[in-house]
Structure formats: C-alpha cells, structure tokens
C-alpha cells in the first residue's frame, strides 16, 4: 500500500503531457472524465507492438502472430482478473462501453424484448445508456422508463424500488457512477433488487473502472461494461463482461471474421465466446495496451487511487464552497473524483474558455446527460472538473484560482 498523499508526486513523471504548457501556463488537466492521460508504460506497449511484433492474431501460425495473440489474450486474461470475472471467455473486446452496451441491446434486446416490457434506466444515465435501449424499445415495442434522481445528485431509492414493483422490467441498466455528478451508486443494492424482481442488470462501469477497485461477481450483475481510454488506456478499445449463459445464449451482433467456425452459402456456424461477439480484425495494439492500463492500476494500489481521490474532491468542495455566487451540482456522500458546477448569471462555456486561457482544462456543457440536466433544471449544462490518480490538491487551488479571476471577468 503507497501513502495516497504522497501519489501524484510518485506518478506525475509517467505522464509526459503533464510537463507541458498550455497558452503559456503550465497545464492544469481536470478533463480527466472525459479521457485520463496516457502512462509512459502505456504509450511504450503499444509503440513496441507496433513496431516490433504487428500481426494479426488467431489465425497465423507465424512467430509474429503467436506473439501478438499471446499478448492481445493476456491482457484480456488480466482485464478478467481485474473485474472477477469467471473465465476469460466472458471478457469480450468492444470499442468502447458505447459499442457493448449497444451490444447488449441489439443482441440481447431484440431476443428478448417484446411490446409491453419494459427497460429501466436512471435518470443519470449518460446517453450511451439511454440511446439504444431506445433504439431497440422502437424496434421490438418494449418501453424505457426512468427512475429519478434526487437534487443533491442520489438516486432516488424510494422510486426505485417502486418502479421495480410496477413495471416489473426485463433489464434494469444502470451507471456505476455517474460522469456528471460523480454519485457511486449502490450497485450491489441495486442488482440484487433487481434480480429478486426477475430482471437481468447491466452496470455502466465507465466512470467507476478508473477509480476503484470492481468486481462483477460481488456486484452480482449480468452484465458490465467500461471503456480504456478513461482508464489510462487507449481509444478505440473497451469491454463487455457478462455472464457466460447469457453470452452463450445472445445471438452475434455483426458478422464477418473471427466470429465463425464455418462459413457456406448454406448456413454458417458461429464461432464459440468470447470470439462470437468480436468480428473481424480487433483494436490489437488498444487491446494490448488496455491491458498494460491495468496493469498499471494494479501496480500502484486501486484502493489507494480512491482514497486519494476521495481527499480531492473533499478539497475541491471545500475550495469552491467559498467562491461567491457558484454552486456544486451534486453532494451525495459517495462520489468518484468529478465536481460540477454553476455559477450565478453566467454560462459554463464562458468560463471553460476563460480557464483554458489559464492553461487549465475543464469540460463545459451536458456531458453527454441531456436529460439528467433537464430533470436538474441546468439548460446550460455545469462546468466539469474530473481528477485522476496524478491530480494534485494544488491543481485544484490553480484551478479555483482561475475560476475566480473568471468570474471577475465575467461580471
């Protein structure tokens, strides 16, 4: 176990684009929500693959593909050691948790989904989590309903339950924790409700996988998703995990390569997990990488990444709770390291632009929760500050700092 205060000075020097200025000011990276920075290790796995073992995997029987196929299966085996999971079948490589939970919605959904039944997601959901389960409620005449959030950013629990008893859903999907307001939801709770209701659950784990320590077997979801590039890995490259009789039971959601055992103008026989669902050529050196990420993690303690998180944010409400006039959106007493805010009479992209030219990087506007913003009553959206593992409690006083000049500015 590492001293958590003592963890960004141990790990900033990974983190090459750290050193750099932005606008003339040392950079001050607090967009981490939307995607963290990439380690040195990281950065280094995917250029040596690159450039000294490039191939295609599976199916060539040189010396190259053996390598590339041994590495891009072991950082699955390590992303199943990671989360629990049971076998590394039950692992499937996607883009992103956008490309899996469309996976789950279009596979699952269209099989299993009828007039009258019913999604139900939270009101906090990011549209990855919303967008296809509407899509496939078009197609098969299921529903979507939301359960409420409260205004300090909880879920309603009382609404939930209920809505559980109502609708009586086919598949609750829920957010790990939330991108906006950073609540931690009781996910555990959740599922076994859930279950007893007979509903299958899916766990959007993007916003979680980066800052504490997951695993789906304690959760006791049937699915789980959650992407690299917010957890120190690359773009392109993300995850789905569920349970090996579901995946077994899902139709493939695309055709092609890799996801057969035989092909004929007669018929085809598709290829067992986790190949069935991963068609065509992958994101091979994102898997790699996405591997080397967690790794990574691992190396440096996810209970001391949380920990230390846990202190940036009680500083960050603390520094921002004396700003006149601005407000944190979202105080549930369990977050993951993302603040948002408003500020009296004044647009979020105003200050976001007014930051930037401090060399301070927050994120403005919905944050892909148009409709948890609409329920909050925030038609234009909060500033954003996300921290990581390599965030200082001085970023977040540089980042105050200029967020009070720009308010001066502003009025």
């Not at 500033?383 to 977040?396: D, K, N, P, Q, V």
Request: aromatic share 6%.
């Amino acid at each position: 176990m590492m001293d958590s205060t003592s963890l960004p000075e141990r790990i900033r020097r990974d983190f090459p684009v750290l050193q750099r200025q932005v606008h003339g000011k040392p950079l001050v990276y607090l967009d981490n929500a939307a995607s963290a920075q990439k380690p040195l290790a990281v950065i280094e796995g995917q250029r040596e693959y690159l450039s000294n073992y490039h191939a295609n995997i599976h199916r060539g029987a040189h010396h190259l593909a053996q390598l590339a196929t041994e590495a891009f299966e072991g950082a699955r085996n390590s992303l199943a050691t990671h989360i629990g999971a049971a076998d590394s079948k039950e692992v499937i490589f996607t883009s992103g948790s956008t490309d899996a939970i469309n996976l789950v919605a279009h596979s699952w959904g269209r099989s299993n989904l009828s007039k009258g039944d019913v999604v139900l997601v939270t009101r906090m959901e990011h549209h990855a989590n919303i967008v296809p389960w509407q899509m496939v409620c078009e197609a098969t005449g299921a529903r979507l309903e939301p359960v409420n959030v409260h205004a300090d950013g909880t879920l309603d629990l009382e609404h939930f339950h209920a809505a559980l008893e109502r609708f009586q859903p086919k598949l609750v999907a829920m957010v790990h924790a939330s991108n906006t307001l950073g609540t931690i939801n009781p996910v555990t709770d959740l599922c076994r409700a859930a279950k007893a209701a007979g509903a299958l659950t899916l766990v959007d784990g993007s916003q979680a996988l980066p800052h504490m320590a997951v695993d789906v077997q304690a959760i006791g979801c049937d699915f789980y998703v959650a992407t690299a590039h917010k957890a120190y890995g690359p773009t392109g490259i993300g995850f789905l995990w569920g349970k090996e009789d579901h995946l077994n039971a899902m139709p493939p959601w695309r055709g092609g390569g890799e996801m057969i055992q035989r092909v004929s103008f007669e018929g085809t026989t598709y290829n067992t997990l986790p190949h069935k669902f991963e068609a065509g050529t992958p994101h091979i050196s994102g898997g790699i990488a996405f591997g080397i990420a967690i790794s990574w993690m691992n190396a440096i303690g996810m209970d001391d990444i949380a920990a230390h998180e846990a202190e940036l944010v009680a500083h960050a409400h603390n520094a921002i709770g004396s700003v006149k006039g601005v407000r944190i959106v979202g105080t549930a007493p369990q977050k993951v390291g993302v603040v948002s805010l408003i500020a009296d009479g004044i647009h979020p992209y105003d200050m976001g632009t007014l930051l930037d030219g401090q060399g301070i990087a927050v994120r403005t506007g919905h944050h892909c929760t148009e409709p948890l913003m609409d329920h909050l009553g925030l038609e234009s959206g909060t500033l954003r500050m996300s921290f990581a593992a390599y965030t200082t409690t001085r970023e977040i006083d540089i980042a105050v700092a200029g967020l009070e000049r720009a308010l001066a500015m502003l009025r």
